[in-house]
């Protein structure tokens, strides 16, 4: 009640003070023209000082609990016969400065999972690298260096050498800064989820030996190859000793995210436009409690899938939620169905006939942030 009369005191105050400007200023309404904008700017600026809620309206929608660490994947660096998996320098070098003038801080892989679980009011993005081009040593690694810039070098051991890849010495030079992580990326980087568990196990055994013997231990970070991955393929990944592994569904991750499928954001030169990747640096997590299934290697016989995402309930205006999928290798908007407040049924109107379906579901808040959650399948090879 006292917060209350104070502000109608301060309304009727600065009404007062308004409408005694306004006569004082009947006197030279008929003056020259930039004598009626200073009094309107004077009275603007008034209004201002008496009603600064006014002016900042979406002050309070500007506090995000969470906005998670964004992390994003490269490949190839100015080789430009490869488009899908390839990123023109000029591009790479204009998203490395966005990210600076936003004020987002680049995550050391070193302190992965303490700026996960803390910092959470702070914008963050990871930088990762997948297979190690030697386009990568030539054009992107010097910026990288000069800057200090951190990021998670993903190897494919069976590759290291060869024609297009840097070598060991090369990976080696790069892995003495404290900010550079040389991660495990398998080491025949072939279709695992197609694997049997005894072939997987034998291919992960295989690259973590050779790590241990070229860089003298292997990393505790995981890049599953194509982003593919299953129950029992992670599995193997998680007995294998790793802490994190990483997959190429887009999204932001955050405390709810399972460690051994952590989203990215990959880009290339379709994808890395500057305003799209201005778009997913305003990329939030989309909390939930679980996603079904569980098993993301699908067949004919579970084909499509019948998805349900239960999210978490600090979320607000889910309503607005808008899903997309590629069935039938056609990109559409997804039929969706809440179940009650936070769990949705997204139903399918056909399989998913490419070699990976995916799902996309975007919430944007007052902001101008977007929650966004990507899923993938994998389709079982005939």
Same mark, same amino acid.
């Given at each position: 009640?006292?917060?209350?009369?104070?502000?109608?005191?301060?309304?009727?105050?600065?009404?007062?003070?308004?409408?005694?400007?306004?006569? !004082?200023?009947?006197?030279? @309404?008929?003056?020259?023209?930039?004598?009626?904008?200073?009094?309107?700017?004077?009275?603007?600026?008034?209004?201002?000082?008496?009603? /600064?809620?006014?002016?900042?309206?979406?002050?309070?929608?500007?506090?995000?609990? !969470?906005?998670?660490?964004?992390?994003i994947m490269y490949h190839r660096f100015e080789e430009n016969k490869y488009p899908s998996t390839n990123i023109?320098?000029?591009?790479?070098?204009?998203?490395?400065?966005?990210?600076?003038?936003?004020?987002?801080?680049?995550?050391? /892989?070193?302190?992965?999972?303490?700026?996960?679980?803390?910092?959470?009011?702070?914008?963050?993005?990871?930088?990762?690298?997948?297979?190690?081009?030697?386009?990568?040593?030539?054009?992107?690694?010097?910026?990288? &260096?000069?800057? &200090?810039?951190?990021?998670?070098?993903?190897?494919?051991t069976r590759e290291v050498g060869k024609k297009g890849y840097m070598s060991w010495e090369d990976i080696r030079?790069?892995? &003495?800064?404290?900010?550079? $992580?040389?991660?495990?990326?398998?080491?025949?980087?072939?279709?695992?989820?197609?694997?049997?568990?005894?072939?997987?196990?034998?291919?992960?055994?295989?690259?973590?030996?050779?790590?241990?013997?070229?860089?003298?231990?292997?990393?505790?970070?995981?890049?599953?190859?194509?982003?593919?991955?299953?129950?029992?393929?992670?599995?193997?990944?998680?007995?294998?000793?790793?802490?994190?592994?990483?997959?190429?569904?887009?999204?932001?991750?955050?405390?709810?995210? !399972?460690?051994? $499928?952590?989203?990215?954001?990959?880009?290339?030169?379709?994808?890395?436009?500057?305003?799209?990747?201005?778009?997913?640096?305003?990329?939030? /997590?989309?909390?939930?409690?679980?996603? $079904?299934?569980?098993?993301?290697?699908?067949? !004919?016989?579970?084909?499509? /899938?019948?998805?349900?995402?239960?999210?978490?309930?600090?979320?607000?205006?889910?309503?607005?939620?808008?899903?997309?999928?590629? @069935?039938?290798?056609?990109?559409?908007?997804?039929?969706?169905?809440?179940?009650?407040?936070? @769990?949705?049924?997204?139903?399918?109107?056909g399989k998913f006939i490419t070699e990976r379906g995916r799902i996309n579901c975007s919430l944007r808040e007052?902001?101008?942030?977007?929650?966004?959650?990507?899923?993938?399948?994998?389709? $079982?090879?005939?």
């Amino acid at each position: 009640m006292l917060l209350t009369s104070r502000l109608l005191e301060l309304i009727l105050f600065c009404n007062f003070s308004i409408k005694k400007l306004l006569l !004082d200023f009947i006197a030279i @309404e008929l003056f020259l023209p930039v004598q009626l904008i200073i009094k309107k700017l004077f009275i603007i600026l008034f209004l201002i000082l008496c009603f /600064p809620w006014t002016f900042s309206l979406h002050s309070s929608e500007l506090i995000i609990d !969470d906005f998670g660490i964004i992390t994003i994947m490269y490949h190839r660096f100015e080789e430009n016969k490869y488009p899908s998996t390839n990123i023109k320098m000029v591009d790479f070098i204009n998203h490395l400065q966005i990210i600076k003038e936003n004020g987002i801080k680049f995550v050391n /892989p070193s302190n992965f999972e303490d700026e996960l679980n803390n910092y959470k009011n702070q914008r963050k993005v990871l930088v990762t690298i997948d297979d190690g081009y030697q386009s990568f040593y030539n054009n992107a690694w010097p910026i990288l &260096k000069e800057s &200090k810039i951190p990021f998670i070098l993903f190897i494919s051991t069976r590759e290291v050498g060869k024609k297009g890849y840097m070598s060991w010495e090369d990976i080696r030079e790069i892995s &003495k800064y404290n900010f550079v $992580e040389i991660g495990n990326h398998s080491h025949t980087h072939d279709y695992l989820i197609d694997f049997k568990d005894e072939e997987i196990k034998n291919d992960l055994e295989q690259s973590i030996n050779i790590f241990k013997k070229e860089m003298g231990k292997n990393s505790k970070f995981f890049s599953y190859p194509f982003g593919e991955y299953s129950i029992s393929l992670k599995k193997i990944v998680v007995d294998a000793g790793f802490k994190y592994a990483f997959g190429q569904h887009s999204g932001v991750v955050d405390y709810t995210k !399972d460690l051994f $499928e952590i989203p990215r954001f990959p880009i290339n030169e379709k994808y890395g436009e500057i305003d799209r990747f201005k778009t997913i640096l305003k990329t939030l /997590p989309f909390q939930y409690t679980y996603i $079904e299934p569980d098993e993301k290697y699908i067949n !004919d016989s579970n084909n499509p /899938p019948k998805v349900n995402i239960k999210f978490s309930e600090n979320l607000k205006n889910l309503d607005r939620i808008n899903c997309f999928s590629n @069935e039938q290798d056609r990109w559409r908007k997804s039929k969706i169905k809440f179940q009650n407040k936070y @769990e949705l049924n997204i139903y399918l109107e056909g399989k998913f006939i490419t070699e990976r379906g995916r799902i996309n579901c975007s919430l944007r808040e007052d902001n101008g942030f977007y929650r966004w959650l990507g899923i993938q399948f994998v389709i $079982e090879e005939k």
